[in-house]
T-cell receptor, first 118, second 114 residues
Framework: DTGVSQDPRHKITKRGQNVTFRCDPISEHNRLYWYRQTLGQGPEFLTY????????KSRLLSDRFSAERPKGSFSTLEIQRTEQGDSAMYLC????????????????FGPGTRLLVL | AQSVTQLDSQVPVFEEAPVELRCNYSSSVSVYLFWYVQYPNQGLQLLLKYLSGSTLVKGINGFEAEFNKSQTSFHLRKPSVHISDTAEYFC????????????FGTGTQLKVEL
């Protein structure tokens, strides 16, 4: 178990550029979540996948954001035409699906990708 | 919609002293409750979680939390802190059937001093 990994760890870009982040979940986990954490705040949910299906998207995920998980393994989060307000830590987490209705599996978080938009 | 309030943004405490980090939540349904810790430049690590059953939950690193339904609280405690406990602590909730997505509070910075 190598844990959840994210790449890159840091990204500096100029306003208007596109950026893409990658998340590799724990290998046997089929749920994958993306969160965003701005300075002084807790993480906020963006979207999640079960296998390759994107099951929910937050209203925080504007049209400039797109997430994919094409083979049900790693996921990418792309931000187009970045704005200064996109500067944040982008966190990925993975988990098993609930084993039964009403149950819950622990989400394991990666180290995050810190984005700075100049 | 669910929400989490962590009233204390910073808590300074001397080493070996006890500490309590406060968390209150609101939700129209039953919730699952969590405490995560975030060390500098690292991701979030689960300390403990409450799903059901005993209201006193024990976690890693000597931490424990008590679920109080009437007060809608889930305060985190440790009887004796160490320098290594210095970190940001986040309380979070999740509603059953809601994709298990987490709603976090704004965090409490615990600073342990000698």
């Amino acid at each position: 178990d190598t844990g959840v990994s994210q790449d890159p760890r840091h990204k500096i870009t100029k306003r208007g550029q596109n950026v893409t982040f990658r998340c590799d979940p724990i290998s046997e986990h089929n749920r994958l979540y993306w969160y965003r954490q701005t300075l002084g705040q807790g993480p906020e949910f963006l979207t999640y996948f079960q296998n390759e299906a994107q099951l929910e998207k937050s209203r925080l995920l504007s049209d400039r954001f797109s997430a994919e998980r094409p083979k049900g393994s790693f996921s990418t989060l792309e931000i187009q035409r970045t704005e200064q307000g996109d500067s944040a830590m982008y966190l990925c987490a993975s988990s098993d699906p609930p084993r039964a209705s009403g149950s819950l599996e622990t989400q394991y978080f990666g180290p995050g990708t810190r984005l700075l938009v100049l | 919609a669910q929400s989490v309030t962590q009233l204390d943004s910073q808590v300074p405490v001397f080493e070996e002293a006890p500490v309590e980090l406060r968390c209150n939540y609101s939700s129209s349904v039953s919730v699952y409750l969590f405490w995560y810790v975030q060390y500098p430049n690292q991701g979030l690590q689960l300390l403990l979680k409450y799903l059901s059953g005993s209201t006193l939950v024990k976690g890693i690193n000597g931490f424990e939390a008590e679920f109080n339904k009437s007060q809608t609280s889930f305060h985190l405690r440790k009887p004796s802190v160490h320098i290594s406990d210095t970190a940001e602590y986040f309380c979070a909730v999740s509603e059953p059937g809601g994709g298990n997505k987490l709603t976090f509070g704004t965090g409490t910075q615990l600073k342990v001093e000698l």
